[in-house]
């Protein structure tokens, strides 16, 4: 089952469009989004909310429409913005309660056991917390009424290595559960190569792929070298290049390349700067 599925999905603002962009986000997987900034990515998942409304286009969240639906479909949604949309005044125990009183299947136990595990202190006011804590409580508060999906927009960003891996632990942990999904919007791009599924990359409004990771990664390949030597390489194989100073460098798909040929595995980002600049 999906647990997202974007359809043909158009948002026009003054100086800016959402294009048209098709996509799905299956059960049991995590979905890297990826695009720089302004490219759109949070604009998509205040669409799948509601917070904005969309010109044309459908979508959908476990095969029910997002308005039609809307009360049911939050419900089973966590969301966790780049920053904590809550009084800065609030501990996260009176947070708790709050959050009680909204989700009927608010969770406390476990909301507690989630603040012990990631060492945020209960009865400190949020506004003493660093960026670091700050983000755990947000996907703390997300987990806390038990969800299917989660909706996270640039949840590592300006966060430390050991907390971006607690929170990385965090998520394979929610994924234990099969009918569980994540939508992932980032531009810390190695945190994606570490969990991630599926690779969704949107570049000014429009959608350049949507396909599994491990076919990206391993079914490209990049070949450098001079000009003179690039002869080896099959024309219709190449998907982008560019120009270095020792010669040329080609994003190309191994299954057109001689299996002889020494070929680097990209990266996600190397995959992003080809698409963007690169392409033929």
Do not use: C
């Not at 919007?185 to 190695?190: F, L, P, V």
């Amino acid at each position: 089952m999906n647990a997202i599925e974007v359809k043909n999905v158009t948002k026009q603002f003054k100086k800016f469009r959402l294009n048209n962009i098709s996509f799905t986000v299956e059960s049991g997987t995590i979905a890297g989004f990826i695009g720089q900034n302004g490219a759109g990515k949070s604009t998509t998942i205040k669409l799948m909310l509601n917070l904005l409304k969309k010109i044309d286009g459908d979508i959908l969240l476990f095969g029910k429409d997002h308005i039609e639906h809307e009360v049911e479909l939050k419900a089973q949604i966590g969301v966790v913005f780049d920053e904590l949309h809550v009084p800065e005044s609030f501990t996260p125990k009176e947070l708790d309660v709050l959050y009680g009183d909204v989700y009927p299947t608010w969770d406390r136990p476990y909301f507690d056991g989630l603040l012990e595990q990631l060492d945020v202190p209960k009865y400190d006011k949020i506004k003493t917390m660093s960026k670091g804590t700050k983000m755990k409580l947000a996907l703390s508060l997300a987990l806390g009424h038990r969800p299917k999906l989660l909706l996270l927009d640039e949840p590592t960003s300006g966060l430390d290595p050991i907390v971006r891996d607690e929170v990385l632990s965090m998520l394979q942990h929610f994924m234990e559960q099969e009918d569980h999904a994540i939508l992932f919007s980032s531009h810390i791009t190695t945190d994606l190569e570490k969990i991630a599924d599926t690779i969704t990359f949107i570049h000014e409004g429009e959608i350049l792929f949507s396909e599994n990771k491990d076919d990206l990664l391993y079914g490209y390949g990049i070949w450098k070298g001079t000009y003179e030597e690039a002869k080896v390489i099959p024309n219709h194989s190449i998907i982008g290049k560019r120009d270095y100073v020792f010669g040329i460098e080609y994003l190309v798909l191994r299954e057109f390349v001689n299996p002889v040929i020494e070929l680097q595995k990209p990266t996600i980002d190397d995959l992003m700067l080809f698409f963007v600049k690169g392409r033929k």
